[in-house]
């Protein structure tokens, strides 16, 4: 079993920076792929980043490749979302996920493919 909490949303302006925090707990969380998922106001959760169990390789959503960056510390059972040249369309409820499901094929888009959330943290973008 793992819970999130996700922290470190906000509001800031168009072209600033967030860095958004999930804290697991759970003994195997190193050994979960995590993401991070977001939620607009009217739409659907969409995806927007995952991460391998050590870390090692990434995954983004086009639309925030190169602008978003995902991490994580295992050591401190934490995975990050560091945002930068954030504009108002990336103004949502930002979710933290983790999935169950052992294995080497990392890249998971897809909601279905995460057992664990956490309550998401509010992303607003000014213009």
């Known amino acids: 079993q793992v819970q999130l909490l996700e922290s470190g949303g906000g509001l800031v302006q168009a072209g600033g920076s967030l860095r958004l925090s999930c804290a697991a707990s759970?003994?195997?969380?190193?050994?979960?792929?995590a993401a991070w998922f977001r939620q607009a106001p009217g739409k659907d959760r969409e995806y927007v980043a995952n991460?391998?169990?050590?870390?090692?390789?990434?995954y983004y959503a086009d639309s925030v490749k190169g602008r978003f960056t995902i991490s994580r510390d295992n050591a401190k059972n934490t995975v990050y979302l560091q945002m930068n040249s954030l504009k108002p369309e990336d103004t949502a409820v930002y979710y933290c996920?983790?999935?169950?499901?052992?294995?080497?094929?990392?890249?998971?888009?897809?909601?279905?493919?995460?057992?664990?959330w956490g309550q998401g943290t509010q992303v607003t973008i000014s213009s």
């Open positions: 996920a983790a999935a169950s499901r052992l294995g080497s094929a990392y890249y998971r888009p897809r909601l279905a493919e995460y057992d664990y």
């Open positions: 759970g003994r195997s969380f190193s050994m979960n792929v």
């Open positions: 991460i391998s169990p050590g870390g090692g390789t990434t």
